[in-house]
């Protein structure tokens, strides 16, 4: 697969985000500007299309202009059925596309370069399940997905399966590294991600803190 090939970004809306009080947290402003508008302004140029999984009331992403996919299990089966979503929109809308690309919607400052790694990384010889590391550890919600695993997922979501990390490591996922990157100037883990209040207030701080 060459780095040309469609590749679409599946954006992860649909936690509950219990650690920052509840609602939809890619919503908090950053920077006076939604977490969200954030991860699709670092996306979009690396993808050709985007889509935002998510579940309830699609109407309050509509100023984004992007598709709105809910789970197709019930009852906030997590990250995990979010990416079953996004493949299977992907299989019915875009057949061109052979993979998906996930991104959690609190870890606004990702590597610009997030897709071009994914796909140095591919295998010639079949579709490869890519998953991101950094120093701090296996993000599993961040990574390259085969479309033509959808049903498989599907599958393991109806028989109750649920942790990501699980599901990559029993099929065959390979691990990616990605370097820290230097917001505010500072170095921090590409995939800081904003889980509480406090965490919020710090990816305020790096980016209105000048470089040096």
Same mark, same amino acid.
């Given at each position: 697969?060459? #780095? ?9 809306? @649909?936690?509950?985000?219990? /650690? ?12 006076? *500007? ?22 309830? =009331?699609?109407? $309050? ?15 906030? &089966?997590?990250?995990?059925? @979010? ?10 809308? *875009?057949?061109?596309? =052979? ?17 071009? *790694?994914?796909?140095? =990384?591919? %295998?010639?010889? %079949?579709?490869?399940?890519?998953? &991101?590391? #950094? ?22 979501? %109806?028989?109750?399966? $649920? ?5 990559? &490591?029993?099929? @065959? ?22 889980? /509480? ?7 305020? &701080?790096?980016?209105? =803190?000048?470089?040096?």
């Amino acid at each position: 697969m060459s #780095s040309s090939a469609p590749v679409v970004g599946i954006l992860l809306a @649909g936690g509950k985000s219990s /650690r920052m009080g509840g609602g939809d947290k890619c919503l908090r402003p950053l920077g006076g *500007r939604p977490i969200l508008a954030h991860i699709i302004e670092r996306l979009k140029p690396q993808v050709s299309d985007m889509i935002i999984n998510a579940n309830e =009331e699609a109407a $309050r992403f509509a100023v984004f202009g992007l598709p709105v996919v809910e789970d197709s299990v019930c009852g906030y &089966a997590g990250p995990l059925a @979010g990416v079953q979503a996004g493949l299977a929109w992907i299989k019915n809308n *875009r057949p061109d596309s =052979e993979y998906g690309v996930t991104v959690a919607t609190d870890t606004p400052f990702f590597p610009d370069d997030l897709v071009q *790694r994914f796909l140095e =990384e591919e %295998r010639a010889d %079949r579709p490869t399940l890519l998953v &991101a590391r #950094s120093a701090a550890g296996v993000h599993p919600v961040i990574g390259l997905w085969p479309v033509a695993l959808a049903d498989q997922l599907e599958a393991s979501l %109806r028989q109750g399966v $649920r942790k990501v990390g699980g599901w990559t &490591a029993q099929h @065959g996922a390979v691990e990616v590294s990605f370097p820290p990157v230097e917001i505010g100037g500072r170095e921090i883990d590409p995939f800081f991600n904003i889980n /509480r209040p406090v965490d919020l207030a710090e990816a305020e &701080a790096l980016m209105t =803190e000048p470089a040096p």
